[in-house]
């Protein structure tokens, strides 16, 4: 059984620009979560894809959007980037349909905003 | 809304010692309560969760934590910790299984393990 995968590990960015970070799901399941954690704070909900379409979403500006492919897989897109955009980010997989659909959480990606 | 209060930032506890670490929640609903713990440069991974039922939910790695209703707490227990368990501790609450609104995370506590 494969876990989650991110990629980058690292990225390093200047304010403005634009990322996309990417995110492998867990073997069998179809949803996929996307958390920013700043640097000594508890993971913060972006949004949530469930068939390849944004389910639900946390607390984050339109500049942060999302894509989920066919196969699950996930991509997290931030533009016009700004300083306070420099975090951890994880993602994390579950099978929607379970009582409790448990989340798996990927390594995460660093990213830094110079 | 919901909001999860990890009452101690840091934790030092000498090895083999218990431990417990704090966790209050606020929900106007029903709530599953879970305990997540991150080793340094890695993502995160789930100890314990209560959804329903007995009280005293018991995890991996010797952990266990118990769900106090009238309280609002989750708090987190081992009863002898080891040098392996310094890492970051977070509590989380969410009302639909962590599925549409996502995970609401508190702010964590890190465990330090003196020798």
């Known amino acids: 059984e494969t876990g989650v995968t991110q990629s980058p590990t690292h990225l390093i960015k200047t304010r403005g620009q634009q990322v996309t970070l990417r995110c492998s799901s867990q073997?069998?399941?179809?949803?996929v979560s996307w958390y920013q954690q700043a640097l000594g704070q508890g993971p913060q909900f972006i949004f949530q894809y469930y068939r390849e379409e944004e389910n639900g979403r946390g607390n984050f500006p339109p500049r942060f959007s999302g894509l989920q492919f066919p196969n699950y897989s996930s991509e997290l897109n931030v533009n016009a980037l700004e300083l306070d955009d420099s975090a951890l980010y994880l993602c994390?997989?579950?099978?929607?349909?379970?009582?409790?659909?448990?989340?798996?959480f990927g390594p995460g990606t660093r990213l830094t905003v110079l | 809304a919901q909001s999860v209060t990890q009452l101690d930032s840091q934790v030092p506890v000498f090895e083999e010692a218990p431990v417990e670490l704090r966790c209050n929640y606020s929900s106007s609903v029903s709530v599953y309560l879970f305990w997540y713990v991150q080793y340094p440069n890695q993502g995160l991974q789930l100890l314990l969760k209560?959804?329903?039922?007995?009280?005293l939910v018991k995890g991996i790695n010797g952990f266990e934590a118990e769900f106090n209703k009238s309280q609002t707490s989750f708090h987190l227990r081992k009863p002898s910790v080891h040098i392996s368990d310094t890492a970051e501790y977070f509590c989380?609450?969410?009302?639909?299984?962590?599925?549409?609104?996502?995970?609401?995370f508190g702010k964590g506590t890190h465990l330090i393990i003196q020798p």
């Open positions: 209560y959804l329903s039922g007995s009280t």
């Open positions: 994390a997989s579950s099978l929607a349909g379970t009582i409790y659909n448990e989340q798996f």
């Open positions: 989380a609450v969410s009302d639909s299984g962590g599925g549409a609104d996502g995970l609401t």
């Open positions: 073997s069998g399941h179809n949803t």
